[in-house]
């Protein structure tokens, strides 16, 4: 019927060239009722069209529409949600939830206070069930020369494959006891990720956060390698982690988040062996980014543990012919970090009034002073390294344990920087 | 939903039309019994062609079906239309896709001609590049350079 009536009709309705003759020859007439079909008909519309003509072709159903079902449109919907859906998205599609995110924000701002706001829209992803997808190819491990895969249609060639890659068993060699540290920093860098995630994602509620705390305390026990008993192989190995700059971001990153005991004792550590750090760091110069975090935990430190930190780091030990002082002095982390500690430590001998009397910690103490002061006097003011943070009650500290001159000079010296 | 994702975006397109033209018609119930006009889109090919039809069908890979198909080509202002009829286009070939406003589609600066003069007009200027090229090579031969031939190249 709807063939019928178009056949007849006017030039201005829609011609199907298609329908008569498979192999209808395409010359020039066709065009022109081609391009009457795409062209003329519908421009002319809505205002120009005569009446007659909008009738024409309104009323000309369309036999292609609806090819494709209702069915298959939903199909096809769900296949692209399906893709679409993920357990985190603040992973997976990052962008778009900060979009989102700025979206709502401004809409809040821009109707404060107004109760219907406009809803901006978001996707919204059906839920299905994703099929527990197997895996359909295995493959092996250190079969060099021969075939690495066993899929279904080949399962027995893993029979023939050489048997799982022997582990290293080179003795500590330079190189494979870097790349065992970098792995150990690797494993390390997992949990201190999904701790930051954990975070970030918003306020703790109690269970998850008890799980957190459970998490740091692990990271925290591999960072000292508990598992070893001598104080010094965990020195050891924090230190070696410490050496590469990407254990020093490993190091800096979680520090917020570990109990300040904990932190104290990464601290301690870190004085300790303040040297060794810096002349491992001369590549690198990647130790600044652990200031922050530790001087936050300066303040938790007792001054006994204090005592005991710049102990550690001043004395000279046996055998070592380079002056400590002079090595942290000259380095930026060094020397923010001293002036940290020499501030905190002042802080406790002013505010504890228990210190004041003559007793051995304060003997020592009052040494140390004395032996940084005179190193800071003695050494040309273009060596010393620009301090990230300049503490104010450190020149009054060394006022009253110096002599006048050496005051005077320290003056000249600190204030430069 | 609001916004849908790759070619699940299309499907409004397939079968409507209607809608967005019903308000000219206030008063003429009538309009939304009938079927609904589907939307003429514009296909830009990764090879460089213009295809302009009526989309009817699509999947996840954005393969589309283009019913009464007319392969568009431009050279300079002018243009000329070749039929082709029914298009199946596998998706990784699909470079875009656009919806062809009706009203604007007569507003065209561009001059319509015949199949055989654009096709002219499309050597002319296929034979004028061409020789473009030829005299460039030529240039850099004699300068001791070279460009890396076209067909070695990943096409566009």
Redesign the interface.
Known sequence: MATLSRKNSNSQAPA???TSSPARH?G?Q??LL??S???NS?????SRLSSSAKKTW??Q????????TRK??DW??K???A??QSKNPHLEDYYYQKYYEKLEKKADEEKHGQRNRVQS????TPYVQKAEAYESVVRIEGSLGQVAVSTCFSPRRAIDAVSHGTQEQDPAAASSQKLRVLCKIERMFLPLLEIEEGQKDGLPQPCPFGQQDNQVEKLFQALKAQEQNNLEEIADSFLQVLSVRKGKTLVARPLPFLLPDQAVSLLLVITQHLPLLIRRDVTDQALHMLFKPLGKYISHLTFHKLLQGLQGLLLLPPGSSENQVTVVLQNQFGISLLYALLSHGEQLVSLDSSLKEPNRDRTAWTDMVVLVAREIARMPTASLAEPLAFPSNLLPLFCCLMDKQLVQQLEAKMEVV | ????????SL?ED??MGIKL?TF??RG?H??TE?????E?HLVLLRDGRTL?G?L?????FANL?L??T?ERIHVGKKYG???R??FVVRGENVVLLGEID??K??DTPLQ?V??EEILEEQRVEQQTKLEAEKLKVQALKDRGLSIPRADTLDEY
């Open positions: 199907f060239p298609n395409f020039p066709q065009p081609d391009s079909l795409f062209c519908l421009p002319s519309w809505p309104f009323q159903p369309d036999p292609y529409a609806n090819l494709m298959e449109k096809v919907t296949v692209l949600m893709q679409l829209p978001k996707l919204v | 939903m609001n916004y849908m994702p790759g070619t699940a499907i397939i079968d033209r000219h018609f003429r009538s309009a009938l079927n609904p006009r589907p003429k302009i009526f009817r069908s699509i999947d996840q079906v019913h009464q007319v239309d070749i039929p009829g029914i009706l009203e589609e007569s319509q015949s199949i």
